[in-house]
């Protein structure tokens, strides 16, 4: 992925102000920054569930912001997988029927969504516990789920929005370990917003925003 001179303005406030990045094939990507320094805010725009006042985001050679939005949203849905600090799960479901949610979205074929959900709980260790509804689960449980959920569709890119910034220190050390686990034998690539300096020194490269400039 590749951004080009991104800015965000929200009403009188420029949160953005000319981000230039690129991301590599299988990196683990930090980026830090204070709390209101505009992490979260690039990590939704190159995920294009926000968009840019100025600036464009490729993927492999793709300008995201020129596709329409049911094609910007298949795109978002095959080719990107989201983790966020509160996980997100719906309770009505249990945590099998959590992770199919976007490969039934997709229109895949159901019985090979459910076998695929049941390779990723089980690489989570979570076999055991794939008809537990969220309520059932631990808050580290919970994020693994939506990890899996994020890695359904097998997108190569995942964005992560403070993955670990709601467990306690075991249990951010465990998802910690899985994302390279995911990288190494997956070949995935990760950007991960994070306040954790734990996580953000173990990354390939860490970037720091700082008053809406990338350091």
């Known amino acids: ?104 979205i997709a229109g895949k074929d159901k019985n090979a969504i459910k076998k695929k959900a049941e390779e990723w709980l089980a690489f989570f260790g979570l076999a055991h516990r794939k008809d537990h509804k969220p309520t059932e689960l631990s808050g580290g449980e919970q994020q693994r789920v939506a990890v899996a959920r994020a890695l359904i569709n097998d997108p190569p890119l995942i964005l992560a929005d403070e993955p670990s910034g709601n467990l306690d220190s075991k249990n951010a050390e465990e998802l910690h370990r899985l994302f390279f686990e995911l990288r190494n034998q997956y070949e995935k690539t990760f950007v991960i917003v994070t306040h954790n300096p734990s996580l953000s020194d173990l990354c390939d490269r860490r970037l720091l925003i700082k008053d809406g400039i990338l350091q």
């Open 1 to 104: 992925m590749k951004v080009e001179n991104i800015h965000k303005r929200y009403g009188t406030v420029e949160v953005l102000k000319g981000i230039h990045l690129e991301v590599y094939s299988k990196e683990i990507l930090a980026i830090v920054g204070s709390s209101g320094a505009g992490k979260s805010t690039l990590l939704h725009i190159m995920g294009t569930i926000e968009k840019p006042d100025q600036g464009k985001v490729f993927f492999k050679q793709m300008d995201l912001f020129k596709m329409k939005e049911k094609q910007l949203s298949a795109f978002r849905n095959q080719q990107l997988g989201f983790v966020f600090q509160f996980h997100h799960l719906l309770f009505e479901f249990t945590a099998i029927e959590n992770v199919c949610i976007p490969a039934l």
